[in-house]
C-alpha cells in the first residue's frame, strides 16, 4: 500500500467514533449531545465525535508518538522537506513562530513592509529589530510588489548584522517572487530564508503553478492548509527544510505558541487535505487552472473590469498562481467595495477581498465551473448595469524605509505614550500602527521615526474620511507616540 494513502489522524479518530466511546473527558457537549438544539439539527452531530481532548489513543499535538507523528511525516515527504508541524491557529502562528526560531532579542530581520500584520506581532514577541523594505507600486495594475532580488542583496549589504530575510509569496494577489535566487543570495550571506507562503500550499503539485518555498530552498515556510487545499479553517503547517536551524528549538517554539486543548477535527482535515493533494492534486488543480483561466478570459471582455495575466506579471520578472484572480474595477467608477457590496447583497456572492481598486477571488478545491460561471455572468450583469461616478484614486504609499529608533517590542510595552495633532508628530516616535485599506500596509509601526511625507500622507486620507486600521478614534487627528 501506499503510504501516502492513509491518513493516520482521521482513521484514528474515525476508527474510535465508530465505537461510541461514552465521555468523561472535555469538552462538554459529549459527542455532539450536549450542543445546541439548533445547531445539532443543521450539522448533525456525527463530527463531533472527532471533537476530542489529548489522551493517548489520539496523539498529542506537543508531544506526539503515535498517529499525530505519523501524519506529520507524512506532510514532510509529500512536501519534500525535513519535518513538518500541523498549526491550528492559522499561518499567523506559523510567523510567529518562524521569528522566535531564526531570531534572538536584539537581532535584526530585513522583511518587506508588504507583509501580514502577523510578522508585527512576531516581531513584538521576538524582540527583534525590523529592517523595512519598500514595496513597489505598480499603478497600471493597481497592486504591489514584493522587494525583488536585487533589493534584498542590496539591503544585505548595506546591513550585514541582519539574521534573516522574511518573503510573502505568493502576495494575496497572487504574485510570487523570485525564490530561487533570492534563497541562493539570502545563503550566500549566511542568513536564514522565511517564508509566508500562506497563499501557495497547492504549488507544489501542478507544474504549471510557481515554484513553491520549499522547492525553493527556504529554511521556514509556512502555508495555509485551509486557504487553497481542503483542510478546515486554521490548518496550516510549518515546514523546516534547513542545514542551519536547530529543529529543536523550531519544536520548543511551536509548542509553546500552540494550544494545549487542540481541535482534532482541523488536525485530521490537514491530515486529509495531504492525502488528497498528493493522490488527486494534479487532476483537481488542473480543473481550478482551467477554469480560473476561463474567467479571467471572460472578464478580460467587459467594458470596465480585467484581471492581469500571468504574463503581464512575468513581463514584470514575477510570477503568477492564476488560481487568483485580482479583478481591477477602476473603469467602472465604482470602488471594489462597493462591487462587493452589490455581490455579496443582491446575488449571494462572496469575494476574498475588496479595497478601492480590486476585488480578489479565490479559487480552491472545492471551486467547480458552476461557481465560476455565476461569478463572470453577475459580474458582467453589473457591468451594464452599474455605472459609477468617475474617481481619481491613484495607489500610492509614501516613503517607509523609516528610522526605526525603538524596537517594536519596547514601544509595545512601555506605558510612556501620549497624544499629539496629526499636524505636529512628525519628528515624534510612533507608538501605534496605522494600516490604511487600500494599500492594506502599516504606514506608521511603533518604535519609528514619524515623518513629515507620513503625516501629510494620513492628513490627506483624513481629509478624503478613509478610516485607518489602528487610529483608536473616531477620526484621525491624532497620533499616539512615545514620551521621552
Avoid at 515546514?239 to 542551519?244: L, P
Avoid at 481598486?357 to 461569478?375: E, M, Q, S, V, W
Wanted: glycine share 6%; with cysteine.
Amino acid at each position: 500500500m501506499n503510504k501516502q494513502a492513509q491518513a493516520p489522524i482521521f482513521e484514528t479518530l474515525l476508527a474510535r467514533a465508530k465505537r461510541k466511546v461514552t465521555s468523561f473527558h472535555t469538552p462538554g457537549h459529549k459527542n455532539g449531545k450536549g450542543l445546541d438544539k439548533k445547531l445539532k439539527e443543521f450539522t448533525g452531530k456525527s463530527a463531533y465525535y472527532f471533537d476530542v481532548t489529548v489522551f493517548p489513543e489520539v496523539d498529542s499535538l506537543h508531544d506526539p508518538v503515535s498517529s499525530i507523528k505519523k501524519a506529520q511525516s507524512l506532510m514532510a515527504d509529500a512536501y519534500g522537506v525535513k519535518n513538518s508541524f500541523f498549526l491550528v491557529n492559522g499561518s499567523t502562528v506559523g510567523n510567529q513562530a518562524m521569528l522566535l526560531s531564526a531570531c534572538n532579542p536584539g537581532d535584526s530581520v530585513i522583511v518587506s513592509r508588504n507583509a501580514h500584520k502577523s510578522i508585527l506581532a512576531g516581531i513584538i514577541l521576538s524582540g527583534v529589530w525590523p529592517i523595512w523594505l519598500q514595496p513597489k507600486v505598480d499603478q497600471n495594475l493597481d497592486i504591489l510588489f514584493e522587494p525583488q532580488p536585487e533589493q534584498i542583496e542590496a539591503a544585505l549589504n548595506q546591513f550585514p548584522e541582519a539574521k534573516a530575510v522574511f518573503i510573502t509569496s505568493p502576495t494575496y494577489n497572487g504574485v510570487t517572487a523570485d525564490l530561487v535566487k533570492i534563497s541562493e543570495i539570502v545563503h550566500r550571506h549566511g542568513k536564514f530564508l522565511l517564508v509566508d507562503e500562506a497563499h501557495g500550499p497547492h504549488l507544489k503539485f501542478h507544474e504549471d503553478l510557481p515554484i513553491s518555498a520549499v522547492e525553493a530552498g527556504a529554511d521556514l515556510c509556512v502555508q495555509s492548509t485551509h486557504k487553497v487545499l481542503s483542510a478546515l479553517s486554521q490548518g496550516s503547517v510549518l515546514h523546516f527544510n534547513s542545514e542551519i536551524l536547530d529543529i529543536n528549538r523550531v519544536k520548543k517554539v511551536i509548542s509553546m505558541l500552540q494550544t494545549t486543548s487542540p481541535n482534532y477535527l482541523i488536525l485530521a482535515s490537514i491530515d486529509l487535505a495531504r492525502r488528497q493533494a498528493i493522490q488527486n492534486g494534479e487532476k483537481i488543480l488542473e480543473r481550478v487552472i482551467r477554469i480560473a483561466e476561463y474567467a479571467r478570459k471572460k472578464l478580460n471582455q467587459t467594458r470596465h473590469f480585467f484581471s492581469f495575466t500571468r504574463k503581464e506579471i512575468q513581463a514584470r520578472s514575477y510570477d503568477l498562481d492564476v488560481t487568483k484572480l485580482t479583478i481591477n474595477v477602476t473603469k467602472s467608477g465604482l470602488s471594489g467595495q462597493e462591487i462587493d457590496a452589490i455581490l455579496s447583497k443582491e446575488y449571494n456572492i462572496q469575494v476574498d477581498a475588496a479595497d478601492l481598486f480590486n476585488l480578489i477571488a479565490i479559487l480552491g478545491t472545492g471551486t467547480d465551473k458552476t461557481d465560476i460561471d455565476h461569478l463572470v455572468k453577475t459580474l458582467e450583469e453589473i457591468d451594464s448595469k452599474y455605472r459609477g461616478t468617475a474617481k481619481n484614486w491613484t495607489l500610492q504609499i509614501p516613503s517607509l524605509s523609516t528610522e526605526m529608533v525603538m524596537m517594536p517590542r519596547e514601544v509595545f510595552l512601555s506605558k510612556k505614550t501620549k497624544r499629539v495633532p496629526l499636524s505636529k508628530a512628525a519628528g515624534h516616535i510612533s507608538a501605534q500602527t496605522l494600516t490604511p485599506y487600500p494599500p492594506g500596509i502599516p504606514v506608521l509601526i511603533p518604535g519609528e521615526r514619524i515623518t513629515e511625507e507620513i503625516c501629510n500622507y494620513l492628513t490627506n486620507l483624513s481629509e478624503k474620511e478613509l478610516r485607518v486600521s489602528g487610529q483608536e478614534t473616531d477620526t484621525l487627528r491624532t497620533i499616539k507616540v512615545v514620551t521621552v
